[in-house]
């Protein structure tokens, strides 16, 4: 019964609805479809519960594994139509079937590290009417002013972080809180004059994937960005080519102008692009905020949020995050490498610990400190040029005790409280070839059988932003590698 309310209305409905045409989307294809979609989600989510309820140590193994199987299933097909429902009721308004709406569109600049990714860079500025979707205009970080105090209260983020996410629009992203980061953005960009409705955010990693679906796009500068060399080139061969920030900027905006054109002019794989911006999602690499109170209702408990990890009943969750302390693009050498795992597990709810352990590696050459100064960062923050410096968070789940904690090298920890979950914050300076390694053990007497870490992502696609360990008897871990 879960699809026959979508199906009434949905015949002919199908992934080529996403993608405009003549640079148009018609809306009203999700508007008859929200409703449908909705008591569809409903169906399918209740049908997911009433199957995880059911005790499966009592049975044999055929009729368990055929539970799980369902179970499996049933939590896929929850997902897809949860993810319909939203779709449909979201999509009309932010697209301007009720009016126009002006989104900002931010590009996160992974080589040099934020918390959520990297610093924002370029922006671009969309004007949607009507389902018509038209680029108003791009912005570089040296187009927004810097202020002596934060533009908005950072609230206890300010313990970590001071002033700095609310005084530079490069900053913004150090808290990992989009909806936060948006609201910054929003306001820096109304004192440049602009009024946006709604903020989103993107990476090159995410624009790769895009580019799957749009395949090769020509640039003025007879480039061909495609989804193989677009984070080669824009987090590294730029800097590589362009000595004055003003060419680096004109290329991101000729880069971001193109991707924009070929999204908008229909040639487009419509199932490479809902599978592009779902593991993008998936991947905390694309972030929606919106400043209508209802498109936030929509958007809750999504990972386009970009809420904070929480955990909860059946997950803890760190946040393991990244920035760079040297004021450079360093960061696309270096590679992370995060592992969680867990000891002591039994039945029931017995005492058992939770360790963390992230490494740090530079991989840059090793006459990195010849490479221009717009990458090395030319030692303005005091670190030696060639040298990477890492300024690490560490986000712990509530309800764990530190047993034990070793920070990099001969440094201690720093940290604070936010939100009544315990930050240890810490740094490190790597040269070519070196690693840093800190670790954590926490306990606590728990029936909680899983965690994760939600970790910076990065320019390399092939390191999952989020790593996942459960509490099997001989204990086990997922490798950020």
Same mark, same amino acid.
């Given at each position: 019964?879960?699809?026959?309310?979508?199906?009434?209305? =949905?015949?002919?409905?199908?992934?080529?609805?996403?993608?405009?045409?003549?640079?148009?989307?018609?809306?009203s294809?999700?508007t008859?479809?929200?409703?449908?979609?909705?008591?569809?989600?409903?169906?399918? @989510? &209740?049908?997911?519960?009433?199957?995880?309820?059911?005790?499966?140590?009592?049975?044999?193994?055929?009729?368990?594994? =055929?539970?799980?199987?369902?179970?499996?299933?049933?939590?896929?097909? =929850?997902?897809?139509?949860? @993810?319909?429902?939203?779709? &449909?009721?979201?999509?009309?308004?932010?697209?301007?079937?009720?009016?126009?709406?002006?989104?900002?569109?931010?590009?996160?600049?992974?080589?040099?590290?934020?918390?959520?990714?990297?610093? #924002?860079?370029?922006?671009?500025?969309?004007? %949607?009417?009507?389902?018509?979707?038209?680029?108003?205009?791009?912005?570089?970080?040296?187009? /927004?002013?810097?202020?002596?105090?934060?533009?908005?209260?950072?609230?206890?983020?300010?313990?970590?972080y001071?002033?700095?996410p609310?005084?530079?629009?490069?900053?913004?992203?150090?808290?990992?809180?989009?909806?936060?980061?948006?609201?910054?953005?929003? $306001?820096?960009a109304?004192?440049?004059?602009?009024?946006?409705?709604?903020?989103?955010?993107?990476?090159?990693?995410?624009?790769?994937?895009l580019?799957?679906?749009?395949?090769?796009?020509?640039?003025?500068t007879?480039?061909?960005?495609?989804?193989?060399n677009?984070?080669?080139?824009?987090?590294?061969?730029?800097?590589?080519?362009? $000595?004055?920030?003003?060419?680096?900027?004109? /290329?991101?905006?000729?880069?971001?102008?193109?991707?924009?054109?070929?999204?908008?002019?229909?040639?487009v794989?419509?199932?490479?692009?809902?599978?592009?911006?779902?593991?993008?999602?998936?991947?905390?690499?694309?972030?929606?905020?919106? %400043?209508?109170?209802?498109?936030?209702?929509?958007?809750?408990?999504? !990972?386009? %949020?970009?809420?904070?990890?929480?955990?909860?009943?059946?997950?803890?969750?760190?946040? #393991?995050?990244?920035?760079?302390?040297?004021?450079?693009?360093?960061?696309?050498?270096?590679?992370?490498?995060?592992?969680?795992?867990?000891?002591? *597990?039994?039945?029931?709810?017995?005492?058992?610990?939770?360790?963390?352990?992230? &490494?740090?590696?530079?991989?840059?050459?090793?006459?990195?400190?010849?490479?221009?100064?717009?990458?090395?960062?030319?030692?303005?923050?005091?670190?030696?040029?060639?040298?990477?410096?890492?300024?690490?968070?560490?986000?712990?789940?509530?309800?764990?005790?530190?047993?034990?904690?070793?920070?990099?090298?001969?440094?201690?920890?720093?940290?604070?409280?936010v939100?009544?979950?315990?930050?240890?914050?810490?740094?490190?300076?790597?040269?070519?070839?070196?690693?840093? !390694?800190?670790?954590?053990?926490?306990?606590?007497?728990?029936d #909680?059988?899983?965690? $994760?870490?939600?970790?910076?992502?990065? +320019?390399?696609a092939?390191?999952?932003?989020?790593?996942?360990?459960? *509490? +099997?008897? %001989?204990g086990?871990?997922? @490798?950020?590698?």
């Amino acid at each position: 019964g879960t699809a026959k309310p979508i199906a009434a209305v =949905a015949d002919g409905f199908g992934v080529e609805a996403f993608v405009p045409v003549d640079g148009r989307i018609d809306t009203s294809v999700f508007t008859a479809l929200a409703g449908p979609a909705e008591k569809g989600a409903r169906a399918a @989510a &209740s049908a997911r519960d009433d199957v995880e309820a059911i005790d499966r140590a009592p049975l044999l193994p055929p009729l368990a594994d =055929a539970i799980g199987s369902l179970d499996g299933l049933l939590s896929e097909v =929850a997902s897809g139509t949860d @993810a319909l429902s939203r779709a &449909s009721r979201l999509l009309p308004s932010m697209l301007g079937a009720d009016g126009p709406r002006n989104h900002l569109l931010l590009v996160q600049n992974n080589a040099e590290w934020r918390t959520q990714g990297g610093i #924002v860079g370029a922006s671009t500025l969309l004007r %949607a009417d009507g389902g018509a979707i038209e680029l108003d205009g791009q912005l570089s970080s040296a187009d /927004f002013d810097r202020y002596d105090d934060a533009v908005l209260d950072l609230g206890e983020y300010a313990s970590l972080y001071d002033a700095k996410p609310g005084r530079y629009i490069q900053n913004i992203t150090q808290v990992p809180d989009f909806s936060l980061t948006a609201r910054l953005a929003q $306001e820096f960009a109304k004192r440049e004059g602009r009024d946006v409705s709604s903020v989103m955010s993107i990476d090159p990693v995410a624009l790769s994937y895009l580019l799957q679906a749009t395949g090769p796009v020509r640039l003025p500068t007879g480039d061909e960005l495609t989804s193989d060399n677009a984070v080669q080139l824009l987090l590294n061969d730029v800097y590589l080519r362009y $000595e004055d920030p003003r060419q680096q900027d004109a /290329f991101f905006a000729s880069a971001a102008g193109a991707v924009f054109t070929a999204m908008t002019s229909g040639q487009v794989d419509p199932g490479a692009l809902v599978s592009a911006l779902g593991r993008a999602g998936a991947e905390h690499r694309l972030y929606l905020w919106s %400043a209508d109170e209802d498109d936030e209702k929509i958007l809750a408990d999504t !990972t386009l %949020a970009g809420a904070p990890p929480a955990s909860d009943a059946d997950t803890a969750r760190f946040g #393991v995050y990244f920035n760079d302390g040297t004021g450079s693009k360093m960061d696309y050498y270096m590679t992370p490498a995060v592992q969680l795992g867990w000891s002591g *597990c039994g039945t029931g709810a017995t005492p058992r610990t939770l360790s963390l352990e992230v &490494s740090l590696t530079n991989n840059a050459p090793a006459d990195a400190a010849s490479l221009p100064e717009y990458i090395t960062g030319g030692g303005v923050y005091g670190v030696p040029v060639g040298t990477a410096r890492t300024v690490g968070e560490i986000y712990l789940p509530e309800g764990f005790t530190i047993s034990a904690a070793t920070p990099p090298g001969d440094r201690a920890f720093g940290g604070a409280i936010v939100d009544g979950r315990q930050v240890l914050s810490y740094s490190a300076d790597l040269k070519p070839g070196e690693t840093a !390694t800190v670790s954590v053990d926490l306990t606590a007497d728990t029936d #909680v059988r899983d965690a $994760e870490a939600w970790v910076t992502p990065t +320019a390399d696609a092939s390191l999952s932003p989020v790593v996942r360990a459960s *509490c +099997a008897p %001989a204990g086990t871990g997922l @490798a950020l590698e």
